[in-house]
């Protein structure tokens, strides 16, 4: 077939080897095509979040977009661009590199694959012929609030509310974050005023804009489709953690922990879809799991969050009633933080 295909390109008309019209180069809306090519198009979703989240937020607001882009598909061949990682607040190794990172590093993609299409932005570059989203919206609540006791769901063009944070260049292109991609730039921007869940956004894309790339800023603004349904679940699940990460995750848990899947009963399959486990049948390793939030997370919960001493009594406790010994801390705390709880038989990932 390849090769069928090359010879019919070599008899092609001399006028067949011309550049494209300009509303099909890079950056440049399709919406010149004709009805029936317009139809077969690739549309590129992509969003990003308000800098100060964290990498927890920043999934779950992935699971929001997966349900928008499901109600994309069926009318229009979408495709979600995977937003890089990078700048986050707790990511405070100043000798790793913390921009541009794929999702690769973090999430088996082929996983994802098989709930929703997806694609790294590197490749949304590739496809898309250049660095150019042509539409954004920057998503924001309504100026006026909402009166108690009489929500609606509601979407609206309205005027910034915030400053925004793009700005023009000298050719009249947006320039932004970008996810640390300077190269990258956008043709239009305006504000969104949304009151609702994730899919209240697709008759905006559908019928508001004919761009073929389109970027939903602030997308925390968002709400759930159906929270804790089917689809948010199926989402849920096609998260898995990519291989290389398992694997080193695996080999500490065997080493330092007397952890392995098959003690522990948490057999693992690599087709999230083909696994069918029975609750309760998970049995657990033979230590106690904490995630001990401290640092930012106190400045915003002081009277919700027990104090380090607290915490470590509650620690305790939870021991003596699971007949444990051993504890794996995830924690942010301070070397002050560390030394408190250095008492306990602990086991940590450095």
Same mark, same amino acid.
């Given at each position: 077939l390849l090769l069928l295909g090359l010879a019919a390109l070599a008899f092609l008309p001399a006028a067949a080897a011309q550049p494209p019209p300009a509303a099909l180069r890079a950056g440049h809306a399709a919406s010149s095509l004709p009805a029936a090519a317009a139809a077969l198009r690739t549309r590129y979703l992509l969003y990003d979040v308000n800098p100060p989240e964290g990498f927890n937020l920043r999934r779950d607001v992935y699971i929001r977009i997966a349900s928008l882009l499901k109600t994309l598909l069926k009318s229009e061949n979408w495709v979600l661009v995977l937003p890089p990682w990078g700048r986050l607040y707790h990511w405070?190794?100043?000798?790793?590199?913390?921009?541009?990172?794929?999702? *690769?590093?973090?999430? %088996? #993609? !082929? *996983?994802?694959?098989? %709930? #929703? !299409?997806?694609?790294?932005?590197?490749?949304?570059?590739?496809?898309?012929?250049?660095?150019?989203?042509?539409?954004?919206?920057?998503l924001q609540g309504y100026a006026e609030g909402w009166k108690e006791g009489t929500w609606e769901e509601k979407i609206d063009e309205r005027p910034c509310i915030d400053q925004l944070m793009y700005s023009k260049d000298k050719h009249e292109y947006y320039r932004g974050w970008f996810w640390g991609y300077e190269e990258t730039r956008g043709l239009n921007v305006s504000c969104l005023s949304v009151q609702g869940s994730a899919s209240i956004v697709a008759p905006i894309l559908l019928k508001n804009t004919s761009a073929q790339s389109v970027m939903l800023d602030r997308a925390e603004n968002l709400l759930h489709d159906h929270y804790g349904g089917k689809d948010y679940w199926n989402t849920r699940r096609s998260m898995v953690f990519a291989k290389h990460l398992r694997v080193v995750g695996d080999e500490f848990r065997n080493k330092y922990l007397q952890s392995t899947d098959e003690a522990d009963r948490t057999h693992y399959k690599e087709d999230w879809t083909q696994m069918k486990v029975k609750m309760g049948t998970a049995l657990g390793g033979p230590y106690l799991g904490v995630h001990l939030r401290r640092r930012d997370f106190i400045w915003g919960h002081r009277e919700d969050v027990p104090s380090l001493q607290g915490a470590v009594k509650k620690i305790r406790s939870l021991l003596e009633m699971h007949k444990l010994e051993k504890v794996f801390v995830a924690t942010d705390a301070v070397e002050e933080g560390r030394q408190l709880i250095v008492s306990l038989e602990l086991v940590t990932f450095d």
């Open positions: 405070q190794s100043p000798d790793i590199l913390q921009v541009r990172i794929p999702w *690769s590093e973090f999430f %088996n #993609i !082929p *996983s994802l694959n098989r %709930n #929703i !299409p997806v694609i790294e932005y590197e490749q949304f570059l590739a496809e898309s012929g250049g660095p150019f989203i042509e539409q954004i919206y920057v």
